[in-house]
């Protein structure tokens, strides 16, 4: 476009990005990516490198930086998670720790002592903000290859088997959906068919499983980050720029003509862009049924497993005749990369994905595919990369959120009064 501006195709029709390099260094980015189904998407940020290190401050608020020995995320308002060079993982939020991660020795079922994780949690996630708890919490993770990388794999707390019949009988009474009631399904997901009320446990847990991982990416931005309006500013003035050189460059035109690409409909996504820069979309997650009883399935499953003292291990997974059915769910802002753009995009917490292909068994990667996602993730169909390790941390979420909804619903049937019924 100019000395300081290029204009870069993908691969796929449709589909390019916009790098201008800036007086500081920095680099400002405006990427179109042609989606499944034809629609287009538009997302721009701005990036600085130093000594090693590469930050992306994106235009809706999202933050990543990679650096030689760490790599951390952040969605707008919310919490930094850090994944370090030696495996261990960390959140902090306005700044305070979350949760922090130490290698320790602790006992096998044989036991023998052996290398394991402690993950000590000081606070949990809620609609709006995290909450401390009253005392921390602390999970174990054994440590085991993972094709020849190390890789953690959650202990569940051993328990005895009286406390899992609960769960594989009906309430004693149904559970009401109401605003009052404490034990329902948040308002962050969007059901086919929404739950008038409950009798099984596992159903309402499994609603429960979806419903409070959504939540937890629903954060409010308590204001706005004098960075992110930086980068709105400057990817302001590359539309401008934009806009000026589709007027006048003939052989911007012929390009951007040959990507099947109409002048006017280019102008009006990035006018939408303007709007949606400035906007933190709260709608809820649609959720189809049928993902929805797959969640259910696999909550009777672990719960299975977790009675029999069972780990869940990826292996297993990626062994099995459901591995293409399987879904894992992001417990963390995840950056992952569009297979057939090479571009980036976010998982969030909440969001669901399968396999697109089953992984070889030497494999680092897999190409998942996005099932349900929220408005600023990755969109549903898009098919990205995603490191085993990071598929095995999933899983590790999966339960532990799992355990946590178990201690809610088991509370609730104990209590004298029952649940929650309004």
């Known amino acids: 476009m100019n000395n300081t501006t290029r204009v870069i195709p993908h691969s796929r029709p449709g589909g390019f990005a916009i790098d201008r390099q800036n007086a500081d260094g920095s680099r400002t980015v405006m990427v179109r990516s042609r989606l499944p189904g034809g629609a287009a998407q538009m997302t721009g940020y701005r990036q600085i490198e130093n000594r090693g290190t590469t930050t992306r401050i994106y235009s809706d608020g999202h933050r990543s930086v990679s650096g030689p020995d760490f790599s951390s995320h952040a969605m707008r308002g919310g919490p930094t998670f850090s994944t370090f060079k030696t495996g261990l993982h960390g959140a902090t939020f306005a700044g305070k720790t979350m949760f922090a991660e130490k290698f320790a020795t602790g006992r096998a079922r044989d036991g023998h002592e052996e290398q394991v994780v402690q993950r000590t949690v000081y606070s949990r996630f809620g609609r709006g903000g995290p909450v401390p708890l009253e005392s921390p919490i602390v999970r174990e993770y054994s440590v085991v290859q993972l094709n020849g990388e190390p890789a953690h794999v959650y202990r569940p707390e051993p328990r005895e088997p009286a406390y899992y019949r609960r769960f594989w009988a009906p309430l004693p009474a149904p559970v009401v959906v109401a605003d009052a009631c404490n034990i329902c399904p948040g308002p962050s997901v969007a059901f086919d068919a929404p739950t008038v009320s409950y009798t099984d446990p596992i159903v309402l847990m499994a609603d429960l499983q979806l419903s409070t991982a959504f939540d937890e990416a629903s954060y409010a931005a308590p204001g706005d980050r004098a960075e992110s309006a930086d980068v709105r500013a400057q990817i302001a003035e590359l539309q401008q720029q934009i806009d000026a050189a589709i007027g006048g460059n003939e052989t911007l035109k012929a390009e951007f003509a040959a990507q099947g690409l109409d002048v006017n409909e280019l102008k ?98 897999a190409q998942m595919s996005v099932v349900a996602s929220a408005s600023n993730s990755c969109a549903a169909k898009q098919v990205v990369d995603v490191p085993l390790i990071r598929l095995q941390e999933m899983l590790n979420g999966f339960n532990e959120r799992m355990d946590d909804n178990m201690k809610r619903v088991y509370v609730c ?7 929650p019924r309004s």
Not at 413 to 419: I, K, L, R
């Open 268 to 365: 009006a996504q990035i006018a939408a862009l303007k709007v949606q820069q400035a906007m933190v979309d709260m709608t809820p997650v649609h959720v189809p049924e049928e993902v929805r009883r797959q969640v259910q399935q696999q909550m009777r499953l672990s719960l299975a497993q977790h009675r029999n003292g069972h780990q869940a291990l990826l292996s297993d997974v990626t062994s099995r005749g459901y591995a293409r059915i399987y879904l894992f769910q992001a417990t963390a802002p995840l950056k992952v990369a569009d297979v057939d753009t090479g571009e980036d995009c976010y998982l969030n917490t909440g969001d669901l994905i399968r396999f697109s292909r089953t992984p070889a068994t030497d494999a680092g990667m």
């Open 413 to 419: 049937t104990s209590a004298s009064g029952g649940c």
